[in-house]
Nanobody
Framework: QVQLAESGGGLVQAGGSLRLSCAAS????????MGWFRQAPGKEREFVAS???????YYAHSVKGRFTISRDNTKNTVYLQMNSLKPEDTAVYYC?????????????????WGQGTQVTVSS
């Protein structure tokens, strides 16, 4: 069993930055790919970024070059650094742990999900 807890969300002006953190419980964190997803009001959940157990990364086109996913296996934590934020980035951001080691944008490959943290970007 893996439990995930996100933090770091908030209100920021367009062009600003935020760093989200996701603390994971469980001894198998380092063997799992991790991902970030988001869901805006009235929209379906969408993939944001994924990081493999070995540190390889994969991003959605809409955030590539602005967001950076990273992980610290010694702290069982994954991060999402978000720069140059836009109003369209406003959403609840969810951290997820996959059942595989490799990056994936497929939400169905993620077995565990956090409760989410709200990110609001004002124009």
């Amino acid at each position: 069993q893996v439990q995930l807890a996100e933090s770091g969300g908030g209100l920021v002006q367009a062009g600003g930055s935020l760093r989200l953190s996701c603390a994971a419980s469980g001894r198998t964190f380092s063997n799992k790919a991790m991902g970030w997803f988001r869901q805006a009001p009235g929209k379906e959940r969408e993939f944001v970024a994924s990081i493999s157990s070995g540190g390889s990364t994969y991003y959605a086109h809409s955030v590539k070059g602005r967001f950076t996913i990273s992980r610290d296996n010694t702290k069982n934590t994954v991060y999402l650094q978000m720069n140059s934020l836009k109003p369209e980035d406003t959403a609840v951001y969810y951290c997820a742990a996959a059942g595989i080691m490799f990056v994936t944008a497929n939400s169905g490959r993620y077995d565990y999900w956090g409760q989410g943290t709200q990110v609001t970007v004002s124009s």
